[in-house]
């Protein structure tokens, strides 16, 4: 299935205001954790240049492996994934609001309507 917004011509960044300073989620590793009820979840996801994303959903007792598309909106400061991948069927569109920078590659936010923490992994060396 085709995201929502992947067709879409580029956004000129001058003429719409940004919300949060110069952060922006960019192609590499990414992780997203987050704790619900009691348990922890941790998406490990890689964002490649083509705007295919591809990772592993791991919560306390279940791992799943996800794929699908990302596109990250500077303006409104939300990377829009759909993935697919795991039990449920068909692709998911899932928002990932950024609520506020801490650092370059390190912020708080809005996952699945839960607060969550987004941040860059660096690339492991070899």
């Known amino acids: ?8 011509p580029p956004v000129h960044l001058r003429n719409r205001p ?3 300073g110069a952060n ?4 590499g590793n990414w992780r997203i954790t987050l704790r ?3 348990a922890r979840a941790t998406y490990d996801l890689t964002l490649r240049p ?13 791992r799943a492996n ?14 829009h994934l759909e993935l697919s991948g795991g039990i449920e069927e068909g692709t998911k569109a899932i928002p990932v609001k950024i ?7 390190d912020a708080d936010c809005m ?3 839960r607060r969550a923490h987004l941040e860059k992994i660096p690339p492991s060396g070899r």
């Open 66 to 79: 996800v794929a699908g598309r990302w596109l990250f909106d500077p303006a409104e400061q939300i990377l």
């Open 99 to 105: 609520v506020r920078w801490n650092a370059a590659g």
């Open 18 to 20: 940004r919300s949060s």
């Open 24 to 27: 922006l989620v960019t192609v």
């Open 1 to 8: 299935k085709q995201p929502s917004g992947v067709d879409q």
């Open 111 to 113: 996952f699945e309507h």
């Open 50 to 62: 083509n705007s295919t994303v591809t990772g592993t959903s791991r919560w306390t007792i279940s």
């Open 36 to 38: 619900f009820l009691g």
